[in-house]
């Protein structure tokens, strides 16, 4: 199956852009790139997903490399709210959705 | 508006034990799924179901039970607890036309079975 790879941890100021990056290099052509999040003690929320071209949402953008072995989920302004553990998700043939270990980002004041 | 409720929040069992975890949803979402988190290991699907009365199973999902007799409602049940499914468990929901697009989670329950 193919997997993700994200950092472990991050770290960003409030109120400054964040660049998360997420490797699939295993990708095929017909999987879809989907990022959740988590915040403490709560469920996953899902935040944006792309195919092919970039996609911004009122939440966050999705950049995806032209080859679609990476793809870049981009906060623009972050706040304390986002601090979270960030999931980049691969659906595979339209069905099963594989679950990355995440990236945890703190938010600095 | 609610959204995805699962209840309790936290249960301790004994080995063979058994007891029901519960989902409800209130969006009149055809697909709902259970899954469970564990450090370490991404969330993986147990069962999920794309309608009343149609359940189908995940990646992992021996010593669960399923049901689905209303759109509401999707318990999950474990009939003989083992160590092995101490876990958060998390119930998911979806329109069925973007059935694995977008889910809504609930909160989870925490799961130690001693």
């Known amino acids: 199956d193919a997997k993700t790879t994200q950092p472990n941890s991050m770290e960003s100021n409030e109120e400054e852009p964040v660049h998360l990056p997420c490797n699939h290099s295993?990708?095929?052509?017909?999987?879809?790139i989907h990022w959740y999040r988590q915040l403490p003690s709560q469920g996953p929320e899902y935040v944006i997903h792309?195919?092919?071209?970039?996609v911004n949402n009122r939440m966050a953008s999705l950049a995806i490399a032209e080859d679609r072995k990476s793809s870049t989920l981009i906060l623009h302004r972050a706040t304390l709210r986002d601090a979270a553990v960030y999931y980049c998700?691969?659906?595979?043939?339209?069905?099963?959705?594989?679950w990355g270990l995440g990236t945890s980002l703190a938010v600095n004041p | 508006n609610a959204g995805v409720t699962q209840t309790p929040k936290f249960q301790v069992l004994k080995t063979g034990q058994s007891m029901t975890l519960q989902c409800a949803q209130d969006?009149?979402?055809?697909?709902m799924s259970w899954y469970r988190q564990d450090p370490g290991m991404g969330l993986r699907l147990i069962h999920y179901?794309?309608?009343?009365?149609?359940?189908d199973q995940g990646e992992v999902p021996n010593g669960y039970n399923v049901s689905r007799s209303t759109t509401e409602d999707f318990p999950l049940r474990l009939l003989s607890a083992a160590p092995s499914q101490t876990s958060v468990y998390f119930c998911?929901?979806?329109?069925?036309?973007?059935?694995?697009?977008?889910?809504?989670f609930g909160s989870g329950t925490q799961l130690s079975v001693l």
């Open positions: 998911a929901s979806s329109r069925r036309d973007s059935w694995n697009e977008k889910l809504f």
């Open positions: 969006m009149n979402h055809e697909y």
């Open positions: 179901s794309v309608g009343a009365g149609i359940t």
């Open positions: 295993t990708i095929s052509g017909t999987d879809y």
């Open positions: 792309g195919l092919t071209s970039n």
């Open positions: 998700i691969l659906r595979v043939n339209n069905r099963k959705l594989i």
